[in-house]
């Protein structure tokens, strides 16, 4: 069992920039692939970034840029920076441990880009 917990979120103007965090207690956190997604009102939730156990990283197309996902497992904790921020990245965004076929949720945070 996993737990996590999402912080750093806010409102923001657009161009601005937020870090997000994700805590993760329960279990060995360096094991796990973290993902960070969003869902944003009346949408499907969606990939924003993934870092996987071993350190590797991919983004959703239209992320590559300006956000940068990262984890320390020293902190049992992955990062989430996004830089030069647009209305449309206004969602709830989560945070999420995988391994195999276990799956862990954050509550999220919440995200606001103002024009």
């Known amino acids: 069992q996993v737990q996590l917990v999402e912080s750093g979120g806010g409102l923001v103007q657009a161009g601005g920039s937020l870090r997000l965090s994700c805590a993760a207690s329960?279990?060995?956190?360096?094991?796990?692939?973290m993902g960070w997604h969003r869902q944003a009102p009346g949408k499907q939730r969606e990939l924003v970034a993934r870092?996987?156990?071993?350190?590797?990283?991919n983004y959703a197309d239209s992320r590559k840029g300006r956000f940068t996902i990262s984890r320390d497992n020293a902190k049992n904790t992955v990062y989430l920076q996004m830089n030069s921020l647009k209305p449309e990245d206004t969602a709830v965004y989560y945070c999420?441990?995988?391994?195999?076929?276990?799956?862990?949720w954050g509550q999220g945070t919440q995200v606001t880009v103002s024009s």
């Open positions: 999420n441990a995988v391994r195999g076929y276990l799956s862990y």
């Open positions: 329960g279990s060995i956190f360096s094991i796990y692939d």
């Open positions: 870092v996987t156990s071993g350190g590797s990283t």
